[in-house]
């Protein structure tokens, strides 16, 4: 179903996006708040271990709907919009986000032209290195005449791809890192990652990402082990 979720894509600014979508949010941690009180536990669906860190709690509305909610939000995947209400620091601090489904759509669009010329060549489609075991994409090789980009729910800046040694496509928020760096002065050290900034100040996660760092400068680079 998230191909047909991209159609449904909000493209104005994100500041008007994050105050339309802050009641929702706020109704959600406030019935996950009160169910986690009633139970001891939190209202998820179970995901593997290795399931990437913002992707690993999504709320599960079964759990809330009728005693805690009255529906799913209006604009979730489950009620025909765009977005997948999740949790982060959940064994601290159990506080509601959203992914951007037509973020994970457009991923899964280029992941899958990167797997077919995998399979027809016998290798990735990679152009230059960035850093270490982070790399750019052909993108002409893979059959588009125009590179494709993702615009970001936390800038609304068009961000590119980067792709990794296990031909894993990902996304590359450094752009939107900087502007967050820039803009609420968070500090971090060398070595730490940086995401969390953008959680900080969003009501989105990074999903499909990479963990990033800052440099001598304080600005963002991939977090490469």
């Known amino acids: 179903c998230l191909f047909l979720l991209s159609a449904c894509g909000y493209t104005g600014d994100p500041e008007i996006q994050h105050h339309v979508y802050k009641s929702q949010i706020e109704t959600v941690q406030s019935a996950v708040n009160q169910y986690h009180k009633d139970t001891g536990v939190l209202p998820i669906k179970t995901r593997p271990q290795k399931t990437p860190i913002y992707q690993k709690y999504p709320i599960d509305f ?13 604009n979730s995947y489950l009620k025909g919009g765009i977005y997948e209400y999740v949790l982060v620091n959940a064994e601290k601090n159990p506080t509601v986000k959203v992914i951007d489904l037509t973020t994970v759509d457009k991923v899964q669009e280029v992941q899958r032209r990167v797997d077919m010329f995998r399979a027809k060549h016998g290798f990735s489609p990679l152009k230059d290195v960035i850093v270490n075991k982070r790399y750019s994409l052909d993108y002409k090789a893979m059959g588009y005449q125009n590179p494709p980009t993702i615009k970001s729910p936390f800038t609304g800046r068009d961000l590119d791809f980067v792709i990794d040694t296990k031909s894993k496509v990902h996304i590359d928020y450094r752009s939107d890192l900087y502007a967050f760096l820039k803009k609420y002065g968070d500090d971090y050290q060398k070595g730490e990652d940086i995401r969390n900034i953008l959680v900080k100040h969003s009501p989105f996660v990074p999903v499909d990402s990479f963990p990033y760092t800052v440099n001598n400068k304080g600005e963002p680079i991939f977090l490469v082990k």
């Open 62 to 74: 079964d759990r809330l709907v009728k005693k805690y909610l009255p529906d799913p939000p209006e």
